[in-house]
């Protein structure tokens, strides 16, 4: 006979229901939240100082304007994303993905932009005292909106538990660790679902819709009159992105666009276009060239340093000889050679010698990897800094004239348009730089379709498979030195292109102009930055990084000599939570957030 005995089941302790960073419950939290929102709007048609002394005119009833109207859209996002929280019928769509992360982000964002503004107006006028009804009241809003919003909750990390061994600063290092990732875990976004198909001409629209208001966005942040509306422009900017994408839309638009990519790039160039019809002068087209000519050269460096993972850093070197050559042959009466060539010939002069250059150099040197590669390519770019700076027909042979440069090269004149000239078309007028806007558009358009169909080709995977893992595709039977010499070849040609380009915008081509780094890009540091910054292999992001990189700088001329450094901190801060940069690669993205889902499901039919 056996006796079964049968072992007492101990009842597990019962999960602890999700809360939020701060005691409050649920409900209550969503309505402060939702409510804090309405009331930031309401606040932003009120007064918020009594006096004009503030820039954008803060004592206006009923009408927002300077920083109230980026505070206006803070609230907006806010009551729109806590509204869709509730479930209400027709704004289920504004959160495909997680609801209370874009609501605690937009939050977040609304506050800090309200209460630097309440903090920049009480340190310009002098107190507190300074302050309106309404600027009391947008803080107050904001704040109960944010304390709402912390109050939403979200599935906490699993703790990591102390050795108890530790010294009391490991035990104080462990338990800020924990803290942080409780509070990344609290903005955390579920990956929405997937999108629906739509009709073909309602995708079309989404992406019309999308390229708008990309195009309103970088219009208002390249027209921030004063430094004040700027910095409230980069808060809003980023956070009401971040709150975009926590929401899903973001992936949304993103595969919709990957349906339609010609249609996609086609209404990204005519929103670019339409850039110098929206200004009423040409000092905002100005930065707008040089942005194109910076991005230009930046994506011209993805091919080198993104797609085949050469690290160069003396790229800019490129940039100088296609400006140098352009320089020389289009009739300038600094260039001793006396010729003048039209502009196709000129442009196709700096790319094939840039090429020439970058044949040369690599030839030599790509056998080299990593950092060695890096150092040779980094004494290139000074050595034609060197070079081109004792050209002055006393240190060597006259043909650069040395620091002066080659001055007086004249405008561009394309089949009767005169470049340098104002035209009227449609009815406005279309200055000198926006002339040279719309020309370096058409060069950015050629570079971007070079780069997507190498980098679609064979060819292009040979680089991604050197710049994964050189070794094993060297196995694999690829030519790793003829694919990274035809990386560096087409690289230099697009940065000579472009240099060809920026001779006859600047008037005047010297040697302090290419640069390792320099206040003012474009130089090899902020090149390199763009890349890395915007995403490495993306078509997009070494364009977002270049016109991020050129334009937070010219706005942050108020900073002085703490312009730089400001700036550095920034980079690093970005680097230390978002090291694939800012539009990635799913693959790069991967890599560093080893966490995320994978990017496709497996199937008979494959991915």
Request: a neutral charge; glycine letters at 12%; hydrophobic letters at 50%.
């Amino acid at each position: 006979m056996t006796t079964q005995t049968t072992a007492s089941e101990t009842p597990s302790a019962p999960a602890a229901a999700p809360s939020g960073l701060i005691g409050l419950p649920a409900p209550l939290g969503r309505a402060l939240a939702t409510g804090g929102g309405v009331l930031t709007i309401l606040s932003t048609f009120l007064a918020w100082t009594w006096t004009a002394a503030f820039p954008g005119d803060l004592t206006v009833y009923g009408y927002p304007g300077g920083l109230q109207v980026l505070v206006l859209i803070g609230g907006i996002l806010t009551t729109a994303f806590g509204l869709a929280s509730y479930g209400v019928k027709g704004l289920k769509w504004l959160t495909p993905g997680s609801a209370d992360s874009a609501l605690k982000t937009a939050a977040l964002g609304t506050f800090a932009t309200a209460w630097y503004t309440v903090i920049a107006i009480s340190a310009k006028l002098g107190g507190l005292v300074n302050l309106e009804a309404g600027g009391f009241i947008v803080a107050i809003a904001t704040l109960a909106a944010l304390v709402g919003a912390l109050a939403l909750p979200y599935e906490r990390p699993a703790p990591d538990l102390a050795d108890p061994d530790d010294t009391g600063l490991e035990k104080f290092r462990h338990q800020s660790r924990q803290n942080w990732n409780n509070f990344k875990a609290a903005f955390a976004a579920k990956a929405p679902a997937p999108a629906p198909k739509l009709p073909a001409y309602a995708e079309i629209l989404v992406i019309i819709a999308a390229m708008a208001v990309g195009l309103i966005v970088f219009t208002y942040g390249i027209g921030t009159a004063y430094d004040q509306l700027f910095i409230g422009f980069l808060i809003t900017a980023g956070f009401g992105f971040g709150a975009l994408a926590k929401a899903g839309l973001v992936a949304r638009v993103s595969t919709i666009t990957a349906r339609h990519r010609n249609i996609t790039m086609t209404g990204a160039f005519a929103a670019a276009a339409a850039f110098p019809f929206t200004q009423s002068d040409d000092q905002y087209a100005t930065i707008g060239v040089y942005i194109l000519i910076f991005a230009t050269v930046a994506l011209g460096l993805n091919i080198v340093v993104g797609l085949a993972g050469l690290l160069d850093l003396g790229y800019v070197a490129f940039l100088g000889v296609g400006a140098y050559t352009a320089a020389l042959v289009s009739g300038s009466p600094s260039s001793p050679l006396h010729v003048n060539l039209p502009f196709w010939a000129s442009a196709l002069c700096g790319a094939a010698v840039a090429m020439v250059f970058g044949v040369l150099i690599g030839a030599p040197t790509l056998r080299l990897r990593g950092d060695y590669l890096a150092i040779v390519t980094l004494g290139f770019g000074e050595i034609f800094r060197i070079t081109v700076l004792n050209m002055d027909g006393t240190s060597g042979p006259d043909v650069t004239n040395g620091s002066n440069g080659i001055s007086s090269i004249p405008n561009l004149n394309i089949l009767g348009f005169d470049f340098g000239q104002e035209h009227q078309f449609l009815g406005a007028t279309v200055g000198r730089f926006a002339n040279y806007f719309l020309l370096m558009l058409v060069i950015t358009l050629i570079v971007v379709v070079v780069f997507r169909r190498s980098s679609d080709s064979r060819i292009g995977r040979a680089w991604i498979a050197i710049r994964e893992d050189e070794t094993a595709a060297l196995a694999m039977g690829i030519n790793g030195f003829r694919v990274k010499l035809i990386a560096f070849a087409l690289g230099a040609s697009m940065a000579g292109l472009a240099g060809s380009v920026q001779a006859h915008v600047t008037y005047t081509v010297t040697p302090e102009q290419y640069q390792f780094a320099h206040v003012v890009p474009p130089n090899s540091a902020f090149l390199l930055a763009a890349v890395v910054l915007g995403g490495m292999g993306t078509i997009s992001g070494p364009l977002v990084g270049a016109a991020l990189l050129y334009l937070i700088p010219a706005k942050l001329q108020f900073l002085g000599d703490y312009q730089l450094f400001a700036f550095g901190v920034a980079l690093v801060i970005l680097m230390r939570f978002r090291p694939e940069g800012l539009i990635p690669n799913r693959r790069r993205q991967l890599e560093f957030h080893e966490e995320a889902e994978a990017p496709a499901v497996l199937s008979k039919a494959g991915a």
